[in-house]
């Protein structure tokens, strides 16, 4: 698969689901960056719906929990375990340590990821739990954090817990 195609490698159904749910992940993304924050987004997907949807709000809410992954888990609401066993997450960027775990303790079962070039998460411990990924490498993802992580390192690092160098 092309960098940059946001198609799934499964049959014509599937890759219009993904291109779609992708699509709302990276406007969340751009609505993230637009108010200042980081671009990332997520939404999470039960039965073909959109349940929840958020974006990177740590500069926005001077949060240290408010990755797109966490925004997007808390404005679904509570679910049930039943709910959680058949949902998807789509985020655009590799979930960091945290928003993995939050993966792993609701038994999300698969994670699309738009990409992980620019950051890569706990993605082989995510595998080994029964976590199914998918990593669309959408060249819009790529660009979105290329493009901020040059413009703002410091705050980029701050937002993975690296030391500015």
């Known amino acids: 698969m092309a960098p940059g195609n946001t198609r ?3 049959n014509a159904g599937a890759q219009a689901n993904v291109s779609e749910f992708l699509e709302a992940a990276i406007e969340e993304a751009r609505n993230g960056l637009s108010a200042g924050g980081i671009p ?9 719906k959109i349940v929840g949807r958020g974006h990177n709000q740590r500069v926005q809410n001077g949060s240290a929990v408010l990755h797109a992954e966490m925004d997007c888990l808390e404005n679904a609401g509570r679910l049930s375990a039943a709910e959680y066993a058949r949902s998807i997450l789509y985020s655009t960027l590799s979930p960091c340590d945290m928003c993995s775990g939050a993966v792993l303790l609701y038994k ?5 990821i738009g990409e992980n070039r ?3 998460g706990p993605e082989g411990y995510l595998r080994s739990r029964g976590v199914e990924l998918e990593i669309v490498d959408d060249g819009e993802c790529v660009k979105l954090m290329t493009d901020f992580i040059r413009d703002n390192p410091d705050l980029w690092n701050e937002d993975i817990g ?3 160098e």
């Open 8 to 10: 799934s490698r499964r």
């Open 40 to 48: 990332i987004g997520a939404v999470l997907v039960i039965d073909g």
């Open 108 to 112: 999300i079962p698969k994670v699309v």
């Open 118 to 120: 620019t950051f890569q």
């Open 162 to 164: 690296e030391q500015a």
